[in-house]
């Protein structure tokens, strides 16, 4: 490959001596990660900038062999490719004020794509080696109904319950039946996304994917589930934006080598984690993890503060025509708005978690999404609102409106969300994209999207968004219709 005129290698274990060891920071030798003892489902760009250095660094610091990470991709091969040819090797390549800085992560050391390797991951998971399954697999990954529980209606997970493992609990099951035929021990399964309660969740999923087996078989999974398994709840958080072509001219420069697999991200991350665990864990502790009984209370923090706030400047953002969140958070009214919606409708929804001062972490988290190298695009946040607003806005809504208070900047939040749906485009005519699962429902639930009314009464009407709870609140419908009224 040539980039600027020279031949340029790219990174693997074999060229690691032509990475610029003055500059970079180089992974461990190979032993201390060879050995697999962590499953991942969804090694995206996020497990590899927050999880995999987490655990890199407790291995380094403990000098702790076997949780080397398995990362298994659920749909797309593209990630296989990058990673493969580097042995497994990525850089993380972070953004903050200053100069980027760059290290070179071997904590993963095996990589599979689960719809052509069915077998390697059945392997993987009755490994007695393997004593730790963790999750990134986005909210939509889980497949829930709207009461919460599994959804048995989606075409996928009924096709696991016949016999597949396509859907991200179908997968577990089906390997957690396969560790149970080969008595390979206890194990603990590990959400690392952005749910409240995400272990208890994803514990109640892989029951009810149990249940709706046929009787002899799913009453053999489930209590075998309950006497092996633990479902450790986790706050994760780190913003990691997707990776430009731009992003990996800069990292082959600081490098010395080509990265296909490179991630990008904020200098910034936090990982609080319940120490419930059924097979050991990596000492986490000694990374900067917090290992903590209980960790609901930062979840509800950074969910409401950090992520629910992220989501108003994406949509407000995206509407203005500002293609990054730092250009959003720079709009001295955005940034009032922001500030309103922690200041006034969450913080006094929020249980204070011990050790946080929930104003300064506000203000953290506004400095945090300033940050203008890492030029995180309104329109990635903006994704699969149809999944994310229940857990990040519309918990605090609801916690509003029982406090018989109008949530003014959440309802500001979720009016903006549905004038992006409505509008789809900016104020300058630019087209916004609508990916969202639910997003041919939503197109047809805006009619033709100019009437306040319309649109608020129509996207209330989606009942796995709203419940039927906020569907009929008067007060939150006339705060939706108000700010349309500004918005459309
Ligand atoms: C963002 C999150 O895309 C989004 O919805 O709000 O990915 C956010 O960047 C992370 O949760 C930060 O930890």
């Not at 399954?133 to 009461?147: A, H, I, M, P």
């Not at 986790?234 to 990292?251: C, E, G, L, Y």
């Not at 300058?428 to 009619?447: E, F, I, M």
Request: proline share 5%.
């Amino acid at each position: 490959m040539a980039a600027r005129g020279r031949a340029v290698t790219r990174l693997s274990r074999g060229t690691l001596p032509e990475v610029r060891h003055d500059r970079v920071q180089l992974p461990p030798p190979p032993a201390l990660a060879q050995q697999v003892g962590i499953l991942h489902l969804g090694i995206g760009a996020f497990h590899r900038a927050h999880q995999a250095v987490f655990t890199e660094d407790a291995a380094l610091a403990s000098d702790q062999e076997g949780w080397g990470i398995c990362g298994v991709t659920q749909r797309s091969a593209a990630v296989v490719d990058q990673l493969r040819p580097q042995d497994c090797l990525y850089a993380v390549l972070e953004r903050g004020v200053g100069d980027p800085s760059v290290r070179v992560v071997g904590q993963v050391s095996d990589v599979l794509f689960a719809a052509e390797e069915g077998p390697r991951l059945t392997a993987r998971f009755a490994d007695p080696a393997v004593r730790l399954v963790t999750l990134t697999v986005t909210e939509k990954g889980y497949r829930r109904g709207s009461d919460g529980g599994l959804d048995l209606t989606d075409p996928v997970v009924a096709a696991d319950l016949a016999g597949g493992a396509r859907s991200t609990v179908g997968q577990l099951v089906r390997g957690l039946q396969a560790r149970r035929a080969a008595s390979a021990g206890p194990v603990s399964v590990l959400s690392c996304d952005n749910l409240t309660g995400n272990g208890e969740v994803l514990r109640r999923l892989v029951m009810d994917f149990c249940r709706a087996l046929p009787s002899a078989e799913g009453d053999a999974i489930g209590s075998w589930v309950e006497q092996h398994v633990a479902f450790p709840s986790s706050m994760v958080d780190r913003i990691v934006p997707a990776t430009t072509d731009a992003d990996r001219a800069d990292a082959a420069t600081l490098l010395g080598v080509v990265d296909q697999a490179l991630v990008v991200a904020e200098p910034f991350r936090q990982w609080v984690v319940e120490d419930a665990f059924a097979a050991g864990r990596p000492a986490w502790e000694r990374a900067g993890a917090d290992l903590v009984d209980d960790v609901e209370p930062f979840e509800q923090l950074k969910l409401r503060m950090l992520n629910g706030t992220h989501s108003l400047l994406a949509y407000l953002g995206a509407l203005r025509g500002y293609e990054t969140i730092a250009e959003a958070v720079s709009d001295a009214e955005l940034a009032s708005a922001a500030q309103r919606l922690m200041r006034e409708d969450v913080a006094p929804t929020l249980e204070q978690p011990p050790g946080l001062d929930v104003t300064a972490y506000g203000e953290t988290v506004l400095e945090r999404f300033a940050n203008p190298a890492l030029r995180h695009r309104t329109t990635q946040v903006a994704m699969d609102g149809s999944q994310k607003l229940p857990l990040r806005l519309l918990t605090t809504v609801r916690d509003r409106l029982a406090a018989g208070a109008t949530p003014e900047w959440a309802s500001l939040a979720v009016a903006a969300w549905m004038a992006y749906v409505a509008a789809g485009r900016d104020r300058h005519g630019r087209q916004l994209p609508l990916d969202d699962p639910l997003a041919d429902r939503l197109r047809s639930a805006v009619g033709t999207g100019s009437d306040p009314v319309a649109v608020a009464t129509g996207l209330l009407g989606v009942r796995e968004v709203f419940g039927d709870d906020l569907r009929d609140s008067a007060v939150f419908r006339d705060a939706l219709v108000r700010h349309l009224k500004e918005l459309l």
